[in-house]
């Protein structure tokens, strides 16, 4: 007998990513014309179904040669970083979207719960709602009106099961909508970070009701941040990184390799020790403790490839203040300042109430020409005050990419530090003052 | 091993456990077993027109009253302006605002598929960014909800019947068959508007337009008599004509104009498949955008 219920062999799933490219020299009408034309030939791709973007089209692969095995009655979890790709599998693995390359064999009754009440209409009574979410996630009308009275015990929301679900508080409608989820009865249960809704009590309801679950002899996939949860719920693990996976293994193994695949790179030669460094002014009592380069392969390295992505790793001794700002300045051999990457830069991020004393930035696409660049790291309050800022920081150089070959004018620094995708075109009409 | 099908029969759990199932993923998979997986899905589909119906009911004060008040409304305006302004001839033997109702059912079944199909996949968005289904159930489904309303409307021209005190003839017993073809009709390009719609906006502004447009290009406040010779192999590429014409039919008795009305069904056709063809081509992409 075959046990492995979920197979997946040389999965990927590709995305092309757009840089909108807009010509400033084109007039009102040409464009309109080109946009015109561009939306006739849109149009027609999008009818055969192709793949479309605008500008300068770049691959991105969100999963790339992904191999897992799962076996019945498995619990496995599945972590990773934020785009580490776990939503992209999650989404292949319920069939919302396709994967570019590769194949999943999958064998049992398969529900995935990617949201708690998907939906769900405000204008209908909960029991209304019922049906409908049940109906939604692959149950039979008879299935639901047999756990019925089960579902609405669950939620507690007996009183108000014939009110409009628009005036539920929104702990009720987390409750109701996962109480249908709950009583779900696949073979195979795909959950994405569905728990961390409702409050606390709830919340440890949920876990419980899905330990019970695991230990029907089902086969549960779950994704999410909470370690906690992970570790609670599920025997095995999976850690992807960057749309790669290591396969799926013990969970102390891959908890281990999670917080590994950070730690092995700050503990490695590679970085560069700020502890005693001289170089540096600031009022601060937190300073920048090391720093290290990683180029696109998370790689520590001080020699990276011109348009390549990179990410810094910062550590810092003692907390860092929540409002900080972290910036990183790219200097020229001259001791020009040529590019800035500032942590208000990204909106969404906050250093919030950080214990591990790490940060990590990453840029797309680092547009310095090829040259030798030196690094300015600095911490500053709100106000700008300087915490801590530290002057030669790292070195690195920028060398022209092997596989990108560029046209000779294009990869001389000399013109610039910086360079810019540009896109030209030959003027047809005349110009007014050129006769 | 070898017998792999891309199903996962939702509802057939409860009785039984049938042979287990085995689902495979691969790119281009979707196309394969489409049709039996849609009827897989024929539970879905039912709750969500039923959810659509109430919606519907519920949200609006008037609820059934605006099918029977919209119909009645225009075809009071096309009598005075058509009948008594423009002095246009009826079918013979048949009260005006008959004939109108008569145009005005197919019409208002027509656009109104058309309005709600071509927005439902938006309005559905996070059905399906989070939950696998054949999309088309979701076009599909809204279009359900314009039969109730049709049905609705139907009552009030029994009605409108009984008070002008005609009788139709024995040829309403193809109604039916109309029906299903005014469905058809207007689902093509809705379907082919909703797909479009996922990625461009823009088409959301384009079929109130249409509709608008359409309303007097079809034979709906006169009848398609009136039509000079000679333009009404053109006329009748509005698929709508044959549609309408279909109605009056079965309603009012009268001829068939064949030319026109097979021109008309093969338009139809074409745009039903094309409006398919483009759906299934877009619609694995659909998570991707919406």
């Known amino acids: 007998m075959n046990d492995v219920v979920i197979s997946a062999r040389g999965l990927g799933k590709r995305y092309l990513i757009g840089h909108e490219t807009v010509d400033r020299n084109q007039t009102f009408r040409e464009r309109i014309m080109a946009g015109a034309g561009g939306l006739a030939r849109n149009l027609a791709k999008t009818a055969r179904g192709e793949q479309l973007v605008q500008g300068e089209v770049e691959e991105f692969w969100a999963l790339k040669d992904v191999n897992f095995d799962i076996r019945r009655g498995d619990t496995v979890g599945i972590i990773g970083r934020n785009g580490a790709g776990k939503s992209t599998l999650l989404k292949i693995l ?269 840029v797309a696409n680092l547009p310095l020409q090829p040259g030798q660049f030196n690094l300015l790291i600095g911490l500053h309050d709100q106000s700008m005050q300087p915490l801590d800022v530290v002057r030669n920081a790292y070195s690195f150089r920028v060398v022209e990419h092997p596989e990108k070959q560029r046209r000779r004018h294009a990869a001389t620094a000399k013109n610039g530090y910086c360079t810019t995708t540009s896109v030209w075109t030959v003027e047809i009409e005349k110009c007014a003052f050129s006769g | 091993m070898t017998d792999a099908t891309a199903l996962d029969l939702p509802q057939e759990n409860a009785a039984g456990t049938p042979a287990e199932r085995h689902l495979v993923i691969e790119p281009g998979r979707l196309d394969r077993n489409y049709w039996s997986d849609l009827w897989a899905y024929r539970e879905l589909f039912i709750v969500l027109a039923w959810r659509d119906v109430a919606v519907r009911y519920k949200q609006a004060a008037l609820g059934a009253a605006w099918a029977v008040v919209r119909p009645l409304l225009a075809v009071f305006v096309f009598t005075i302006i058509f009948g008594r302004v423009a002095q246009l001839p009826s079918e013979p033997g048949v009260p005006y605002p008959v004939m109108v109702y008569a145009g005005m059912l197919p019409w208002m079944l027509i656009s109104t598929i058309l309005g709600d199909a071509s927005n439902s996949l938006v309005s559905n968005a996070g059905m399906i960014g989070k939950i696998y ?70 088409f959301r502004f384009i079929v109130p337009f249409v509709v608008q447009f359409g309303l007097y290009i079809s034979p709906v406040g006169f009848s398609s008599e009136v039509v000079p010779e000679g333009w009404r192999l053109l006329y009748s590429l509005n698929p709508a004509v044959s549609a309408i014409d279909g109605f009056r039919w079965c309603i009012l008795g009268g001829e068939i104009w064949w030319p026109g009305f097979l021109l008309g069904l093969g338009v139809t056709g074409l745009m039903l498949w094309a409006g398919i063809r483009t759906f299934r081509r877009t619609e694995r992409q659909f998570a991707d955008y919406i």
């Open chain 2, 133 to 202: 289904y054949p999309r088309i159930i979701t076009p599909a489904a809204s279009s359900i909800v314009s039969l109730v309303d049709f049905a609705v409307s139907f009552a009030v021209f029994l009605l409108l019947m009984l008070a002008f005190l005609y009788v139709p003839s024995w040829k309403i017993l193809f109604l039916p068959v109309f029906i299903v073809y005014a469905v058809a009709m207007a689902l093509g390009p809705a379907l082919y508007l909703a797909s479009l719609n996922v990625r461009y906006r823009d």
């Open chain 1, 94 to 362: 319920s069939r919302i979207t396709e994967p570019t390359t590769g194949r999943v064999d999958i064998r049992g009754r398969v529900a995935s719960l990617l949201e708690v009440g998907t939906g769900f209409h405000p204008e209908l009574t909960g029991r209304e709602n019922i049906f409908l979410n049940g109906a939604i996630l692959g149950m039979s009308r008879a299935e639901i009106r047999r756990k019925l009275d089960e579902i609405i015990h669950f939620a507690g929301v007996e009183k108000f099961l014939d009110t409009p679900v628009k005036r539920y508080s929104s702990g009720m409608r987390v409750r109701l909508a996962f109480s249908v989820a709950a009583h779900l009865e696949p073979e195979i249960l795909i959950i994405d970070e569905v728990l961390a809704v409702g409050d606390a009590e709830f919340q440890s309801k949920c876990l419980g009701k899905m330990e019970d679950v695991a230990q029907q002899g089902r086969t549960v996939l779950f994704v999410s941040h909470n370690m906690a949860a992970v570790s609670r719920l599920c025997e095995q693990a999976m850690l992807l990184t960057d749309g790669r996976s290591a396969g799926v293994g013990a969970i102390d193994e891959v908890f281990a390799a999670y917080r590994g695949a950070t730690s092995n790179i700050l503990s490695s030669g590679a970085r560069r020790d700020l502890r005693d460094h001289n170089d540096r002014y600031g009022s601060g009592d937190t300073k920048f403790s090391s720093i290290v380069l990683l180029d696109s392969r998370g790689i520590a390295s001080s020699e990276i490839c011109f348009g390549e992505s990179i990410s810094l790793l910062i550590e810092f001794s003692g907390p860092v203040p929540r409002d900080a700002v972290i910036s990183a300045l790219c200097l020229s051999p001259e001791d020009h300042r040529v590019l800035q990457i500032v942590s208000d830069d990204d909106p969404t991020f906050s250093i919030g109430s950080i214990d591990r004393h790490a940060i990590r930035v990453h």
